[in-house]
């Protein structure tokens, strides 16, 4: 740095002498213009610049002058000569040499890295301003700078105005929105709001005042403490309450399981525990297995800690038959061999457990198969060097069993419905070969939970199911479910009544949140649909209705003149969305066709003859589909089906005997052949549209007399007809509903207040809202689009009130 | 042991004063109710047909312009105050609940052009085709006293709108440039051009209130900060928009009436598609204006009547005319989203509710329950066909019936050819243009 430094400043000197002349720009030129006029100016003052007598010359000169002052005797007004000392001599100990010559820069700059540290920023940005040689850019053209200043523009105030976008998507989602936004409370204002300016004047009351002041306290007597406002401010009564339930039902989650623990530690079985502790062992292994090939770290840390227990097992007395059971079976060993075994068993585990654990490593896997002798069972089990190609020695469930299965299919040839009876069996075999015992242990399991779950059924009744199909709690509807299923005592039958409440109460609270999503896609999607004309065109008509008969007259022909023409190129998207739930539709019903041809398309023959003509090729591959579908007989099902509906359409007849009426009537007793005539005979049905078509299937549910008055077309919001059915069948009147319900489902969505002006939306809203969206409660985002049904609920509460009063 | 009693608590059945509804214990098992899906059927359809004979939303003429309507302008304070200036330079100061005039004055000379009322309500602006901005006082003045403006601005140019800053002391207007100008000074702040173009409308945002929008006689709508020193962006239609209004809930989303018949509504960040277009008009769209709850908007057409859209529907909800109504050119929703104010060349202006078979007044918590049940079936049953079919007829005027088929056979004619020029040309070749896309000329950045 210091070279290139002193590298340059030669060069500024070489510059120098060459007089400027090298200098191009314009500004340096005006400079030269101004240094040569200067030089012009100062050419009668003799100048040191010239050579390096003149210095000499100057101080004769002067002294001459002098001498000549002093000759004259008279005294004369002394001329101090002016000179400029900077010229000569530099304040700063930089002197530039010569008249015409400049300070530059780079002389500058070496006092100051002298004189102080302080300023070497300063320092560094002179450096900079140095080096930098090339002249400044031409500024933009006016327009585009000014396209450059719009487009800022307008990012900043999209920025600005996307602030409000989450206040809007809530009110759009929000099910009530109550104008004025502001609402002022409603009631007798207090005394405090009212009257103002009062002063404490009389010493006490200041005094009293200042400590109320000093310590934060009410001044007046208010209702709320302002810590307790400010408390209520941090969080609404919404938030709250959705807080409450997740605290009370995690609370709860938590005493059922501590109960459980209980009750299991409980259990006097010593076959129980032991089985229960077997069967941890086996999931800690298989969990020990996978984290070996996963995370070997975390399976080196889980190997301490078998030496860790291994320690302890060697410190304590147990399973070294020593204890008081041990004693007992010791006596008894010699006649029951039973007692022998489960001493032998004692001794074995206490063996395995006091074995040092060798860690497997990759490098030394020859290593390993000497220490296999070494290391317990339950390792070696474990080990995957079972042949990974063949999922069936593995026994577990592997990612895909149908390819497998048809790999195997020779070993389990039979037509077998399902894999997972293949995979089971599969299972069967392999633990059957490995350990006998395992699955005699797992049998009693097995009888335990069976017998759970006979209890259980018992119980069904009494805890109720989880109906909701809420996406975003499966693992805690889960664990709730999973309490509910190890209560097996009745006395908890309460307990998980509660606890459904709990998670029914939990979900439907979050259940608003999981719906936004759906219904902002909704609205996202009827914008699309909107375009199709018709759900929300007016039938503008010539005819004007002016009582209710004219309603009747409206010719249904010109309805829908403006809809049914409606132009259909532009609603490719539309369309195509319709197909598509079509195509679902068609694909929730089986087609044999389809089916048959897929396959037929799927299935290759691999060594047909080409020579082979085109019906022989069919003939073979109708019986591979024969062969392929052996066991469903999709012809006869359908002729089943047909029967079937053919059956339930035929008309019935009707018997309006009444047994007992005019004549004796009991068990045994026929009513007499009189009374026939009681019995209405069916009409013939019209015959079917489909009797001589074999291969067909009308329904003839369609009543056309009233399909006038029937949707024939699903709404946009509903997914399938059924769903439409159940919002139209659940009736929202207060005849088949109580007051508050109706109240519930008929609120208005937009509720004004009459003679109020409604303000358009202030800041103060957008800022609340800000204050919601802060960071630190990301997590539970939910919370924010809740906001819009807050007022709702605040609004029905008002209603509520209302019919009280009168 | 468990000994039953029969008690029966009188406050289950005993009605508390003569007046309450007897009590009538129900069971409310479904099984015990297998027509209720028909019956609410049936009440859902005798409720539209009630809304359709009821639907008489015409309520009053205000008569006593001299003159076309040109603009009005609602009192952001009191709701039974409104203004209006006609194309005499004339305006008039109504009370809506009495329905009369209550103050008369010459504000210019020619029309007036537009006019604005202070946010506090005290005092309002009017420009007119005088080249002037006059600032007026709401007080009528005393017997005796003339009628003078507190403030007169004189201008270089013609201006043709104005609108008031929500909350400050400043306004802006449109002519040759848009300016902005601080009630304090005789001349503007800041002013605005982009292109040499007439602006006919100026609108700040309610929301955003340092945001403006304009329209521009180049097709063009210009959206302006009142902090910036430039334009901020310009969205350039086929034809031209004659006034916009921004939505007072949210504020990022306007609507333009345009002159090719339709309103778009445009999201400020994304100009260069509107986000909906409202079609209906079959004529030129003159005004258009918000409900105060955001959720709706009212037009002005040339075609004489007038219409309301719901926000994001592509079609009206409602279409209001009368004979005697005629080109209608300016529109107010008013602030208390209860009615709907017109103005039209054959100098009346209308009063209309807002909802056409709404009941007025106050309604007793027993009638507000069942227009809320009704209106609830309403919207239940809204797709059956019967119900529908009611629901949404409509009488219109035999010229706009005729000239709405027209337009509906012009409209396919040009789709057909298109999609016949599609398919004769190479593919890819004829863009497929939807029906937002095809309005926007360009956007200028």
């Keep these: 740095m210091v070279e290139s430094k002193a590298a340059k400043r030669r060069k500024r000197k070489t510059q120098k002498e060459d007089k400027k002349t090298t200098s191009a720009t314009v500004l340096q030129r005006i400079r030269d213009a101004e240094e040569e006029l200067h030089q012009t100016q100062t050419e009668d003052v003799i100048s040191a610049s010239e050579d390096e007598g003149g210095d000499d010359e100057e101080r004769k000169h002067s002294k001459l002058l002098d001498a000549i002052r002093s000759l004259g005797g008279k005294r004369r007004k002394k001329l101090t000569e002016r000179s400029e000392a900077s010229i000569q001599v530099s304040e700063f100990a930089v002197n530039a040499e010569g008249e015409g010559d400049k300070i530059h820069l780079s002389e500058l700059i070496e006092n100051i890295d002298k004189a102080s540290t302080s300023l070497s920023k300063a320092k560094q940005r002179l450096n900079k301003l140095k080096n930098h040689h090339s002249t400044l850019d031409t500024p933009l053209n006016r327009k585009e700078a000014e396209q450059i200043q719009r487009e800022v523009a307008f990012e900043k105030t999209s920025k600005l105005v996307s602030g409000w976008e989450h206040v809007v998507n809530q009110n759009q989602r929000a099910e009530q929105l109550v104008f004025p936004l502001k609402q002022e409370l409603s009631g007798p204002k207090r005394m405090e709001h009212v009257v103002s300016g009062w002063k404490a004047q009389t010493p006490l009351e200041k005094e009293i005042f200042s400590l109320l002041h000093a310590n934060n306290q009410p001044v007046h007597d208010v209702v709320l403490t302002a810590g307790e406002e400010s408390s209520i401010k941090a969080m609404s009564l919404e938030e709250a309450k959705l807080r409450r339930a997740e605290l009370q039902k995690f609370r709860a989650l938590q005493s059922y399981y501590e109960a459980k623990a209980k009750r299991q530690k409980k259990i006097k079985s010593k076959t129980y525990h032991k089985i229960q502790h077997k069967v941890l062992r086996k999931d800690y292994l298989k969990h020990f297995d996978e984290l070996l090939k996963t995370d070997p770290d975390a399976a080196l840390e889980e190997l301490n800690k078998a030496e860790l227990s291994r320690m302890k097992e060697r410190m304590t007395l147990k399973h070294q038959n020593s204890g008081k059971w041990a004693k007992s079976r010791a006596i008894m060993a010699k006649y029951d061999e039973g007692a022998r075994k489960a001493m032998q068993q004692q001794l074995e585990v206490n063996k395995d457990l006091t074995l040092k654990l060798v860690i497997p490593t990759d490098e030394d896997e020859e290593d390993e198969e000497e220490s296999v002798e070494a290391l317990p069972s339950f390792v070696n089990d474990a080990e995957p060097i079972v042949d990974a190609v063949n999922p069936w020695m593995r026994g577990k469930l592997s990612t895909e069993p149908a390819l497998q299965e048809e790999s195997n299919d020779m070993e389990t040839s039979g037509a077998r419905p399902g894999n997972v009876q293949a995979e089971e069996e599969a299972n069967h075999l392999q633990e059957v070969e490995e350990e006998v015992e395992e699955t005699e242990e797992e049998a009693i399991l097995r009888g335990f939970e069976e017998r759970r779950k006979m209890r259980r059924v018992e119980d069904v009744e009494v805890t109720p199911m989880f109906v909701g199909d809420n996406k975003e709690l499966p693992a805690e509807k889960a664990e709730a479910i999973e309490v509910s299923d190890d209560d097996d005592d009745n006395d908890n039958e309460e307990e998980e009544a509660e606890i459904s409440t709990f998670t029914r109460l939990f979900q439907g609270l979050v259940k608003n949140h999981v719906d936004s999503p759906a219904e902002t896609a909704k609205m996202g999607a009827s914008i699309c649909v909107g375009q199709d004309e018709s759900p929300t065109m007016l039938d503008e008509g010539l005819v004007r209705v002016m009582a209710p008969e004219d309603l009747e007259l409206l010719s249904q022909g010109d309805a829908s003149l403006m809809t049914t023409s409606a132009p259909r190129i532009e609603q490719t998207d539309s369309q195509s969305e319709t197909q598509h739930a079509g195509e679902k539709k068609r694909k929730i019903m089986i087609d044999p066709n389809e089916v048959l041809t897929k396959e037929a398309k799927v299935i290759k023959v691999p060594f047909a003859p080409t020579a082979v003509d085109d019906v022989e090729g069919m003939e073979e591959q109708r019986v591979i589909i024969k062969e392929a579908f052996a066991g469903d007989d999709v012809v006869s099902d359908f002729l089943k089906d047909k029967e079937k509906q053919e059956e339930a359409r035929k008309p019935k007849d009707l018997d309006l005997t009444l047994p007992g009426w005019g004549e004796w009537g009991g068990i045994g007793l026929k009513p007499s052949n009189r009374k026939r005539r009681f019995l209405v005979q069916a009409a013939e049905p019209t015959p079917r549209r489909d009797l001589k078509l074999p291969n067909v299937i009308f329904s003839e549910k369609r009543d056309s007399s009233i399909a006038r008055l029937q949707v024939c077309q699903l709404p946009f919001p509903f997914r399938h007809p059924k769903e439409f059915e159940h919002v139209i069948c659940s009736p929202i009147g207060h005849t088949w509903n109580t007051q508050n319900a109706v109240q519930k489902i008929t609120a208005p969505k937009v509720m004004t207040k009459l003679g109020t002006i409604i303000e358009p939306m202030s800041r103060e809203k957008y800022i609340k809202n800000q204050e919601l969206v802060a960071p630190g409660r990301k997590s539970d985002q939910y919370l924010e689009s809740d906001k819009g049904t807050q007022n709702k609920k605040r609004s029905q509460q008002k209603k509520k009130h209302k019919p009280k009063k009168n | ?445």
Excluded at chain 2, 286 to 292: A, G, T
Excluded at chain 2, 344 to 369: C, F, H, Y
């Design chain 2, 1 to 445: 042991m468990k000994v039953k009693v029969i008690s029966r608590n009188p406050d289950d059945y005993v009605r508390q004063t003569k007046l309450d509804i007897q009590r009538v214990p129900r069971n409310y098992d479904p099984s015990l109710n297998p027509f209720e899906t028909p019956r609410e059927y049936t009440r859902a359809l005798n409720a539209t047909k009630l809304e359709r004979v009821f639907a008489k939303p015409f309520l009053a003429s205000l008569d006593g312009h001299r003159d076309g309507v040109n603009c009005m302008a609602k009192h952001p304070k009191s709701l039974s105050t409104m203004l209006s200036g006609s194309c005499d330079g004339e305006l008039k100061v109504w009370n809506l609940t009495k329905r009369e005039c209550v103050r008369t004055l010459q504000a210019h000379e020619g029309f007036v052009r537009a006019m604005v009322v202070r946010f506090c309500g005290t005092s309002f602006f009017t420009i007119g085709d005088d080249k002037t901005i006059k600032q007026w006082s709401m007080e009528t003045p005393g017997y005796g006293e003339e009628e003078e403006p507190l403030n007169t601005i004189l201008g270089k140019s013609v201006f043709t709108g104005i609108d008031h800053h929500q909350e400050r002391g400043v306004f802006a207007t449109c002519g040759q440039q848009v300016d902005i100008w601080d009630e304090q000074r005789s001349s503007p702040i800041r002013s605005f051009s982009w292109g040499v173009d007439s602006f006919s409308c100026v609108r700040f945002n309610p929301v955003e209130t340092g945001l403006l929008a304009s329209c521009a006689s180049d097709r063009s709508i210009v959206l302006y900060d009142m902090r910036e020193a430039t334009p901020l962006k310009k969205v350039i239609m086929t034809l031209r928009s004659n006034t916009l209004c921004w939505n007072p809930m949210e504020a990022y989303n306007f609507t333009c009436s345009n002159e090719d018949y339709n309103l778009y509504t445009f999201d400020m960040r994304k100009l260069d598609m509107p986000s909906v277009t409202h079609k209906d008009h079959v004529s030129a769209v003159l005004d258009v204006d918000y409900s105060p709850t955001g959720k709706e908007f009212v037009s002005a057409s040339f075609d004489k009547t007038i219409r309301i859209f719901p926000k994001d529907s592509y079609h009206s909800r409602e279409v209001y005319h009368t004979t005697r109504m005629q080109h209608v050119i300016c529109v107010k929703w008013s602030s208390d989203n209860k009615y709907v104010l017109s103005g039209s060349d054959e100098m009346n202006i209308r009063l209309w509710k807002a909802s056409a078979a709404e009941k007025l007044g106050v309604l007793t918590p027993r009638e507000q329950a069942a227009v809320n049940y009704n209106q609830k079936l309403k919207e239940r049953f809204q797709h059956h066909p019967e119900v529908r079919r009611i629901a949404r007829h409509r009488h219109v005027p035999k010229s706009i019936y005729n000239q709405r088929r027209e337009l509906h056979i012009m409209r396919t004619a040009r789709l057909r050819k298109e999609s016949n020029i599609r398919k004769h040309s190479t593919p890819g070749s004829v863009p497929v243009l939807s029906e937002k896309e095809k309005h926007i000329v360009a956007v200028v950045k």
